[in-house]
Nanobody, 125 residues
Framework: QVQLVESGGGLVQAGGSLRLSCAAS????????MGWFRQAPGKEREFVAS????????RYADSVKGRFTIARDNAKNTGYLQMNSLKPEDTAVYYC??????????????????WGQGTQVTVSS
């Protein structure tokens, strides 16, 4: 079993930055791919970024490419999402998730079997 806990959310002005963390416990952190998703009020949960178990491969949604960076530190059992140049449309609850079933990176919610509780990010204009 894997437990994931997100932190680092908050209120920031447009153009600002935040770094989200995802602390993992339980199953060996380096044995699975990790993803970040977000969900705004009234909208479906959407893919933000994913990273392979080794950290060697990453994938981003077009809407965040060039602004967000996903990373992981397997020695610390922690994943990160660095968010720069934030926009009001980035406002959402952000979730980290684990996928240990695939070698390839997925951007589908259904492929991730374990989720954190989420952290709120609010970007004011």
């Amino acid at each position: 079993q894997v437990q994931l806990v997100e932190s680092g959310g908050g209120l920031v002005q447009a153009g600002g930055s935040l770094r989200l963390s995802c602390a993992a416990s339980g199953r060996t952190f380096s044995s699975y791919n990790m993803g970040w998703f977000r969900q705004a009020p009234g909208k479906e949960r959407e893919f933000v970024a994913s990273i392979s178990w080794s950290g060697g491969r990453t994938r981003y949604a077009d809407s965040v490419k060039g602004r967000f960076t996903i990373a992981r530190d397997n020695a610390k059992n922690t994943g990160y999402l660095q968010m720069n140049s934030l926009k009001p449309e980035d406002t959402a609850v952000y979730y980290c998730a684990a996928d240990w079933a695939r070698q390839t990176l997925s951007n589908w919610v259904r492929d991730y079997s374990t989720w954190g509780q989420g952290t709120q990010v609010t970007v004011s204009s």
